[in-house]
């Protein structure tokens, strides 16, 4: 079936340690995104990416790094500079990018990634 | 500028109530609405999507959603609450299919 499979569930890191999480989609989609989730705050955009090789910046970029060499993946790398990087990832993807005929285009979400510092 | 506001963190009704999820939007654009459904320690799924087809939008698991533009509003209603039902409960804009605005979530909780 295609999905979004993000891995692995939890993570668990140290203190100055970088760990990635894992994304990949089979879905052929263009755009894909990563999401952070807090209690209470919703969701907050990291990174998204419209096509290979080019990513940009959301709002809480700092401290997270990512790169798409590869349509179907986009990893997130959680640096030792990201001080509170206890959260819930979510990882997502979206069909094609960009002009009035994607409008209203759904976004598609995988089923997440806790993190944990120890 | 885009943004959704979603009125009330947590939601408590009795099973077989009625289920009213408020949800604010704010456009400059026609915009695109959504409504996502989140159980715990999941991703997000899709409830329904408004994109200007009609303005009662008819979603999976009985929930549907009215889009009113003169009150700004995109309010998520069912008509008899299920205990499967609890969860949280997300609205979501976007433009151009690009960007996506998320509100802060609702929490549902269904009493037996």
Redesign the interface.
């Given at each position: 079936d295609g999905g979004?499979t993000?891995s692995p569930k939890y993570l668990f890191r140290k203190e100055g340690q970088n760990v990635t999480l894992s994304c990949e989609q089979n879905l052929n989609h263009d755009?894909m995104?990563w999401y952070r989730q807090d209690p209470?705050?919703?969701?907050r955009l990291i990174y998204y990416s419209?096509i290979v090789n080019d990513f940009q910046k959301g709002d809480i970029a700092e401290g997270y790094s990512v790169s798409r060499e590869k349509k179907e993946s986009f990893p997130l790398t959680v640096t030792s500079a990201q001080k509170n990087p206890t959260a819930?990832y979510?990882c997502?993807s979206?069909p094609?990018?960009?002009?009035?005929e994607?409008?209203?285009?759904?976004?598609?979400?995988?089923?997440?990634s806790?993190l944990t510092v120890v | 500028a885009q943004s959704v506001t979603q009125l009330g963190s947590h939601v408590s009704v009795s099973e077989g109530a009625l289920v009213l999820l408020r949800c604010n939007y704010s456009s400059s654009v026609p915009p695109y609405l959504f409504w996502y459904v989140q159980y715990p320690n999941q991703g997000l799924q899709l409830l329904l999507k408004y994109t200007s087809a009609a303005t009662l939008v008819k979603g999976i698991n009985g929930f549907e959603a009215e889009f009113k533009k003169s009150e700004t509003s995109f309010h998520l209603t069912k008509p008899s609450a299920h205990m499967s039902d609890a969860a949280e409960y997300f609205c979501a804009v976007s433009n151009t299919g690009n960007q996506f605005y998320f509100g802060t979530g609702t929490s549902l909780t269904v009493i037996p």
């Open positions: 979004i993000q755009a995104y209470g705050q919703g969701l419209q819930f979510l997502a979206v094609r990018t960009g002009g009035r994607t409008a209203g285009n759904t976004i598609y979400f995988g089923e997440g806790w | -």
